[in-house]
């Protein structure tokens, strides 16, 4: 790397120590004060575009890349707010569905420093983290300036920074357990939150959802008018088969159908998260009744998707997979699409958990498709310890398919040895994989040591 990117991310580095003295994207505290009076100093970056809002357990940063993909190839410039990040801080903020330079990340950064600090001055509680990365990221948005921004909310919906933006689109992923400590202890107590994106006279398209997940959803557009798009309703996959390196669909969109579009992503949830875009960019742009978008470049657009860290490849023989999942809802998506998409003889599990998940979930979903599990952490200091996780993993597996190893590249490696044991030697090694989950920092982190460059 060239000695001016070392510099851009040795001053990148610098900022982000900056930002991790303030409150970690984990804690929240229910109020929109601060992130609002931010963006009041600032001039309302935020109202300078249409936004789409994208909320929900699972799924959202995958359905923001896909929105993105489609506003894109039909010319509009775009923004992108996805958190968090695999492996660089930049990841988060997408202008031209390119993440932003290390050196404009700074730029924004030390543009909007003065501000920040007024505004923590003016209160009893500095702002998070996450509401400083969503000041940036609606400035960054208005400097470009782009003409449309997929925001992804952080954690909730109704007291997450991102809703200082009104949505004309709210788009709610499916809703699961998950944020317990925030959210509530049920679907419905969690579906509310998230339904706090649902502003008045928006269309909000709506995943399938849980009947009381629904429900909560449904009230609150009828409290304030908001239209409905409903999966299985005025959307859906029509018809799915599996292709080579991801799936063929057939959509129902808004305006009409869609066929044979190709969406190089694997499980069948992918497959929803494409139905859920589509229907997204059509309410964006009024289509519906029979005015559809082009279908040339639907397909266009959904064959570039790229969503890393989700089901991604980053090794063949034996296959190594890296995907992101982190409370049970996501975990099991991943254990369909491998039972579901793929063949394996010997499929061998790395697991690091964060000490605030539900690990126990986690495995339960993970242990029907895998014949071993290799327990880990990654770097960071809220994953939980191996040994803690061998606990819980033993009144789910076997003694026998339990690991534990305390290093994340010794784990991996670990796992790539048993794949690859076969009792006959002469068996070509053939069927046999890895996939390393259970995190979005444990995914990061491998896609980090298998050479993957940040997304």
């Known amino acids: 790397m060239a000695k001016v990117d070392q510099e851009a991310l040795a001053e990148l580095r610098a900022v982000e120590a900056e930002l991790d003295q303030r409150w970690p994207e984990t804690r929240i505290a229910p109020s929109l004060d601060r992130i609002r009076l931010l963006t009041e100093v600032l001039g309302d970056p ?65 543009d909007i420093e003065p501000y920040v600090r007024m505004v923590d001055e003016r ?3 500095p702002m998070s983290k996450f509401e400083v990365l969503t000041g940036m990221a609606f400035a960054a948005f208005a400097d470009a300036p782009v003409e449309a921004a997929v925001v992804e909310v952080g954690l909730g919906g109704t007291w997450d920074a991102t809703n200082v933006a009104d949505g004309r689109i709210a788009v709610v992923c499916p809703v699961g357990i998950d944020h317990v400590e925030y959210l509530g202890p049920d679907i419905a107590s969690i579906a509310a939150e ?55 669909l057939r959509l129902q969109g808004l305006g009409g159908v869609y066929d044979e579009v190709f969406v190089p992503l694997h499980g069948e949830h992918q497959g929803r998260n494409a139905a859920l875009a589509l229907a997204a960019v059509e309410a964006f742009f009024g289509a519906g009744e029979g005015r559809q978008l082009d279908v040339d470049a639907v397909r266009d657009a959904f064959a ?24 049970p809802h996501g975990a099991r ?60 993993a033993r009144e789910i597996f076997s003694d026998d398919r339990i690991v534990v190893e305390t290093r994340l590249d010794d784990a991996i490696e670990t796992a790539v040895g048993l794949a690859e044991e076969t009792e006959d030697p002469d068996e070509p090694i053939s069927g046999a994989g890895v996939v390393v989950t259970g995190s979005v920092v444990t995914a990061g982190e491998a896609r980090a040591l298998f050479g993957k460059e940040p997304a």
């Open 46 to 110: 935020q109202r300078n575009y249409p936004v789409l809002h994208v909320a929900g357990t699972n799924g959202k940063t995958s359905t923001s890349r896909m929105i993105d993909a489609l506003l894109t190839r039909v010319g509009l410039r775009t923004g992108r707010y996805t958190s968090p990040h695999l492996q660089l801080a930049t990841e988060r903020i997408n202008v031209d569905n390119q993440p932003i330079s290390p050196q404009r990340y700074v730029e924004v950064y030390r």
């Open 123 to 125: 209160g009893d509680v």
């Open 194 to 248: 998230k339904a706090g994106i649902i502003k008045p006279d928006s269309v909000a398209v709506l995943a399938a959802q849980e009947p009381e997940a629904a429900r909560v959803l449904l009230e609150r557009c009828a409290e304030v008018g908001a239209t409905v798009a409903r999966e299985g309703m005025e959307f859906g996959v029509l018809d799915r088969r599996l292709a080579v390196g991801g799936q063929m």
């Open 304 to 327: 570039s998707v790229q969503s890393p860290g989700r089901m991604e490849r980053v090794r063949n023989a034996p296959t190594v997979l890296v995907d992101a999942a982190h409370n």
């Open 333 to 392: 998506a991943l254990a369909a699409a491998l039972s579901g998409e793929f063949a394996f003889r010997r499929l061998v599990a790395v697991v690091g958990v964060m000490g605030d998940k539900d690990a126990r979930g986690i495995l339960e979903a993970l242990e029907p498709v895998v014949t071993e599990v290799v327990l880990t952490r990654n770097s960071s200091p809220r994953s939980m310890d191996p040994d803690d996780l061998a606990v819980l």
